[in-house]
């Protein structure tokens, strides 16, 4: 429906480049989650507060909850299934996996996402740095302990 | 995979890449959208609903209201019957379900939902305990039946022509001559308010109806207790219903017992589709949170500070729908006592319905609302009396042993030692961050986990080796399914890699109570035990009809076993037992009060416990507390998975934070007022402490393989309590009411002054 009114867009997605058509006010975790199956992005709170559906966008992460899909034309997009690379883990990923830092996991693609930025802007980022900029991902069960010691870790 | 290779938990690969399949990821063919149009009343009659603008909406399958429930039990409940599948002609809080809107997309649905037309009455409503209490308070429902041991052992004692959905009591020794003997006597009142679960998950469900009978893909915590409440509903034999739960993001009790399923299934079975609802966080914290109450305390004392006699008065408010609520009120008095010993003590409890989103079981049921105010007092009395708080801990603490209450299992840890150790390590945080205004805390709590021994697990040894655990036991991030893999692997002696944990589903999991209260993992191992036992029986027979061997003999070894120095690997057993080279051995495992000589059916099963040590500092221009280091010590017996144990304590310590400082779900004209996540703060990686330490002591003594006991819920107990108590001991104010916002805090403060 609403063909009519659908834009196409352009973007590169985990890497390949592809081209679709959205509704202009399709949001960007509705197009990723249920129009390209991409189910690891994960809906929490709605309203930008719960950091469960970043995504990278331009390496910047960005709540799709709260984005448009046509904003992402002629971007480069990263979703939590592009990290790994032939089955290896990226570097985050794994230390999340060596330091325990999830529990039930609903969280976990958004802040995998997050550290990855935060850890390409500031690759030596402070404590302070770290909790300033992870602070927009919501976890309810881990406490942050171990998360926090999975990204410093990697500093 | 070597082991070395192995991951701490089977299911962080799947999770840490986005493969993980959570219930709400879900897609069932044919499946369409349910959304729910919810009530804007606190209380009001439903004169009228109009529906027929919407069900011409582009998209709309249909609608479902209370006016369709002819041919099933519309209504239902697990302690008192007393909730509507969807309201039927009535609305009891702001949130209920009014109307569900079924279109072939949620956002369709989403769209149609502003079309129903929803007449109410308005009705006099009561969102306080207390004014639900009066005799002039509205009525909220007309009469209820208690569902005796339908869920919980034992029965809800609500009283008829009041909104009182519970009360309990319970005395020994005599208070009254103790009280009136006392050096001295405090009588404190503390304030405990709601608190929201937010699992990051909202709840989501999917119901299908067939010539198999009913599935439903649920995010329950108890599969067999959503299982139970389906079949009374639709009236269908409980092997006809099907109860599968994925991967669940988060839960705390806020998905314990019984939620959406009902609702979902309804749906489904009008539509005549498979329907799948997904809450919004919105929709969720209108669905279940933490009983509010209100804790009276009167202590009697010596002059040393030995504690007299106790009395304790609770009273809870439970929203418009019972749920677990009965059990959480006596709870809450059960866990307001603490680690000391009391020969003269009165529980009372007092749990009402009121307009407001129905109270449900939370991480400790009643137990951070007792400790809250137990151990709050325990600081006032020792200011009074002249005494370092620590200090009167010690003088009163019970010793392994014995009694909390004479007819409770006695206290099976070392409190002191526990209290000692938080002592330790924060006097260790101390020195590696000297700081000079940091003011000191401490609380301790104890819980009488409600247990209920009924669980069962099937093992299933494969020719090759491998093995599939089988359990009810939902993964909702505690990490069940690496405990599982863990005791099988060891109960058989087997790499743990060869070990799978399946997804819970009814159709072929044994009965199983539920998971929650800290039960999975330990009544899960004990289980387990008794299935690999079953297993190693059959392999003695087969070894001894087949191969000649002397079962006496076998020992198992990684891949099969050994016997007289010869090793031979599974398929060497089973390929002669079963003339082709396939097969495998069932092992069951089922756990009743009757097993181990009837061991489990004593209560609680262990003790769970927690002593917490904090140190803050307060800007007093703000009233804003800053925790800048904490310590949580735990006695677990023994961990499975260390790790794991550890980042339970860590989370429950954390949540609790949240409930100490700033979280509180509030009313005002019979509306929440910050029912969004926008307006509700739940702790983030900023509010983790600098310093945090976990301390898990790992003595043996519980009733587990190895000595472990449960664990989980126990951190959450003491958090806020020590924060009350530094605040009382370095800036001399007593705050009796959660949460410790800055403007409480500030008032506190200038009322000093004013003093
Ligand atoms: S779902 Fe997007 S920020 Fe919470
Ligand atoms: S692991 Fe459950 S919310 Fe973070």
Not at chain 2, 13 to 40: E, Y
Not at chain 2, 45 to 68: C, E, K
Not at chain 2, 383 to 404: F, Q
Not at chain 2, 484 to 506: F, I, K, Y
Request: net charge negative; charged share 20%.
């Amino acid at each position: 429906m609403a063909d009519l009114a659908s834009l196409d867009i352009s973007f590169t997605l985990n890497g390949a480049p592809q081209t679709h058509s959205v509704a202009p006010f399709a949001l960007l975790i509705d197009f990723l989650r249920d129009d390209l199956a991409l189910k690891g992005t994960k809906r929490s709170c709605d309203v930008q507060v719960c950091g469960a559906c970043t995504v990278l966008v331009d390496g910047l992460p960005v709540s799709s909850c709260t984005s448009l899909a046509a904003d992402i034309d002629g971007k480069s997009v990263v979703t939590i299934e592009g990290l790994a690379e032939h089955g290896k883990l990226s570097p985050v990923q794994q230390a999340f996996v060596d330091h325990a830092a999830m529990q039930c996991g609903f969280c976990t693609p958004g802040m995998v996402l997050a550290t990855t930025a935060l850890l390409e802007r500031h690759p030596h980022p402070t404590e302070q740095e770290i909790r300033h900029y992870l602070r927009g991902n919501i976890c309810r069960c881990t406490g942050y302990i171990k998360i926090l010691e999975a990204v410093k870790s990697l500093v | 995979m070597s082991a070395a290779e192995r991951p701490d938990r089977v299911d962080f690969l799947d999770k840490v890449t986005g493969r993980a399949a959570f219930i709400s990821d879900l897609d069932v063919p044919g499946m369409v959208h349910g959304k729910v149009l919810r009530s804007t009343m606190p209380h009001a009659r439903i004169t009228g609903i109009d529906i027929d603008a919407a069900l011409s909406m582009p998209g709309v399958i249909g609608i479902v209201t209370g006016s369709d429930l002819g041919g099933i039990d519309p209504i239902w409940g697990v302690s008192l019957k007393d909730r509507p599948l969807i309201a039927i002609d009535r609305v009891r809080y702001v949130g209920e379900p009014v109307a569900v809107v079924v279109a072939e997309t949620e956002a369709l649905a989403e769209e149609a939902l502003d079309a129903v037309m929803v007449d109410y009455d308005p009705l006099p409503y009561v969102t306080e305990a207390a004014e639900a209490l009066a005799p002039n308070a509205p009525l909220i429902h007309d009469g209820v039946q208690p569902l005796k041991d339908f869920y919980f052992k034992g029965e809800a004692k609500p009283v008829a022509g009041t909104n009182i959905f519970q009360t309990y009591a319970y005395e020994t020794g005599d208070v009254d001559a103790a009280f009136a003997s006392a050096d001295r006597v405090f009588e404190d009142s503390f304030d405990f308010p709601m608190v929201y679960h937010y699992a990051m998950e909202p709840h989501c469900g999917i119901a299908s109806f067939g010539d198999d009978g009913l599935t439903v893909w649920s995010c329950g915590q108890a599969p067999t207790a959503v299982q139970k409440v389906l079949s009374r509903i639709f009236d269908l034999p409980i092997a006809r219903v099907r109860v599968i739960t994925p991967l669940i993001g988060g839960g705390f009790g806020g998905k314990a017992s019984v939620k959406i399923d009902p609702l979902v299934a309804t749906v489904a079975w009008k539509i005549g589709r498979p329907v799948r609802i997904c809450f919004s966080a919105s929709e969720s914290m209108l669905t279940a949170r933490r009983l509010s109450a209100t804790v009276n305390l009167k202590t009697a004392v010596s002059a040393d500070g030995m504690l007299q006699a106790k009395s304790v008065e609770v009273l809870m408010n439970g929203g418009a729908y019972a749920d677990t609520g009965p059990a959480v009120a006596i709870k809450a008095a059960i866990r307001a006592i603490g680690p000391y010993k009391i020969p003269n003590l009165r529980l009372r409890s007092t749990a009402v319905y009121t307009n407001t989103v129905p109270g449900a079981a939370f991480r400790s049921i009643g137990g951070p609302q007792g400790v809250w105010a137990t151990e709050s007092q325990m600081d006032i009395i020792a200011d009074a009396l002249g005494i370092d708080p620590v200090e009167l801990r010690y003088r009163n603490m019970l010793k392994r042993g014995e009694h909390v209450r004479p007819d409770l299992t006695p206290i099976d840890v070392d409190m002191a030692e526990a209290m000692g150790l938080a002592s330790q390590a924060m006097s260790r945080l101390d020195a590696q961050e000297p700081h000079r205004r940091i003011v000191h805390g401490t609380a301790l709590g104890i819980a009488d986990p409600a247990n209920s021994p009924v669980a069962g697990v099937l093992l299933r040894l494969k020719i090759d080796g491998s093995i599939a655990v089988i359990s009810s036991s939902i993964e909702v991030g505690q990490g069940i399914r690496e405990v599982l893999c863990r005791v099988a692997a060891e109960q058989l002696g087997q790499p743990v890699a060869a070990v799978s944990a399946l997804t819970p589903d009814t159709a072929i999991a044994p009965f199983d109570w539920g998971t929650g209260a800290s039960r999975s993992s330990l009544m899960m191992a004990l289980a387990i035990e008794d299935a690999a036992a079953d297993i190693k029986a059959q392999i003695g027979d087969i070894a001894a009809s087949t191969l000649g061997l002397d079962p006496a003999r076998i020992e198992l070894v990684a891949g099969g076993f050994t016997a007289d120095d010869k090793r031979y690997s599974f398929a060497d057993l089973l390929h002669p037992y079963f003339g082709i080279d396939s097969g495998e051995l069932i092992g069951i495992g089922r756990i009743s009060p009757r097993s181990r000589g009837g061991a489990l059916a004593k209560a609680p099963l262990f003790w769970e416990t927690a002593a917490g040590r904090c140190g803050i500092t307060l800007d007093e221009d703000t009233g804003e507390i800053a925790v800048k280091r904490y310590v949580s010590v735990a006695d677990i017996g023994r961990a499975i998975n260390r790790t794991g144990a550890e980042g339970q304590d860590e989370g429950a310590a954390i949540m609790g934070l949240g409930h100490a400082l700033f979280e509180e779900l509030i009313y005002a004209d019979g509306q929440p007022v910050n029912g969004t996540m926008i307006d509700y703060h739940v702790p983030t990686i900023d509010d983790v402490p600098a310093q945090f330490e976990t301390v898990l002591i790992e003595n043996g003594g519980g009733p587990g393989p190895g000595g472990m006991r449960g664990m989980g819920e126990g951190a959450i107990l003491p958090i806020a309590p020590a924060i009350a108590n530094a605040l009382a001991t370095g800036f001399g104010i007593r705050v009796k009411q959660l949460p410790l916002t800055p403007e409480r805090v500030w008032r506190a403060l200038q009322d000093k002054k004013d003093r």
